[in-house]
């Protein structure tokens, strides 16, 4: 079981470096390039909105090809659309850098993910064209919805539409084709309003992108924000799933994982450790994220209001066995960043060995003993080694005779 986990983390901290592949899009705001890893959880996003009641296709398998579709461009890096390559030569690049990052886990973990992703890749399926619906709209409301769109991105989202790859929509999705063509030429349109308050949702939920945490990436680079970390949980709910308890339902993990810090937009991210560990789980933190769930849940159609809504509010009370192990990950995920990185938060907020058990430990114990277990052999020794941490104890000497 240590060198399985051990396997599984080394993935999980390889795949931390699609944070920093950087994409042709810019956030709604244009603040910033988009990150790849940031994308990959708007589009698991997209999926939940959009997709949640599409008969006959399996959400899960879905949201699992969005989480995982992009991972060999931590090799490759993002090819935009607009710019000429040779795609055979760029599906060969892809398909080795696959084949190297899934066979990083164990093979009973990483086979079924390299098909995932090799069937997402074919399009053969109605989960995949789904999936691949959904990877070429976002980008182009995007820009549509922006309110500052670059006008070079404009001329992109136009030739896309005419003759590019969404000229399928016109067909496949007619109501996004025909708004975003009335997006595009100034019109108000007469889309259907769920499909609107849809999209706005999914437009607010850009901001999640730039809601800085107190971790860092695994290289110490800079600090993640919201939106990535929500990916990064995901995935590490799909890797970490041999750790849950046996009645566990990994897709409703996952779901809660995307959801879970989209309050965040409203609050800020309070750090675990911050004000001596106090702040985080404050009765003014908690209603004020829960002023921040009617808002934001609010933007959607009511029937979908009503289950992110309890969804989130599933994963706060944290009673479930889901909801438990969703907040276990959700605590493991920084002790491996600080871990990767030097220390990170343990550092900046001065905490001791006996804080992190307590404030963090405890949590992930609670819904994940065996990673618990794991992970704090591996943290023990970088407090022990600063004197904020118990050292092993030693046998008394013997007595005289």
Known sequence: MTDRLAAQFAFLEEADRLKSVLRANVLLDGSRPENVGEHSWHL??????????????????????????????????????????DAPALARAEAQAARRIFGLLPPDIGAPLLALWQEFEAADTAEARLAKQLDHAQPIFQVL???TPLADHLAVVRDNLASGRAARFRDEWPEA?????????????????????????????????????????????????????????????????????????IDRVIRMLVLHDLVEIDTGDVPIHSAGGTAHASAETLAAEARAADRIFGLLPAAQTREFRALWDEFEAAESPDAVFAKSLDRVQPVMQNLACGGGTWTSYGVSFD??????????????????????????PWFENRGLGPAPSLPPAPGPG
């Open 44 to 85: 698991a996003l997209w999926a939940l909105v959009m997709a949640g009641s599409q008969p006959g296709v399996d959400l899960a398998r879905v949201v699992a090809m969005l989480v995982l579709h992009d991972l060999p461009e931590i090799d490759t890096g993002d090819q935009p659309i607009h710019l000429d390559h």
């Open 145 to 147: 919805m922006s309110p």
């Open 177 to 249: 084709y025909a708004l975003a063509q009335d997006l595009l030429a100034g019109r108000p349109g007469t889309a259907p309003g769920e499909l609107r308050a849809r999209l706005s949702f999914l437009a607010e939920a850009d901001r999640l992108k730039s809601v800085l945490r107190a971790t860092t990436l695994c290289d110490g680079s800079r600090r993640e924000n919201s939106g990535e970390h929500s990916w990064h949980l995901a995935l590490y709910a799909m890797i970490l799933a041999d750790q849950a308890p046996g009645t566990v339902r």
């Open 355 to 380: 804080q992190l058990e307590s404030r963090v430990g405890v949590k992930i114990a609670r819904g994940a003993p065996g990673i618990w277990q794991w992970v704090r052999a591996r943290a023990l």
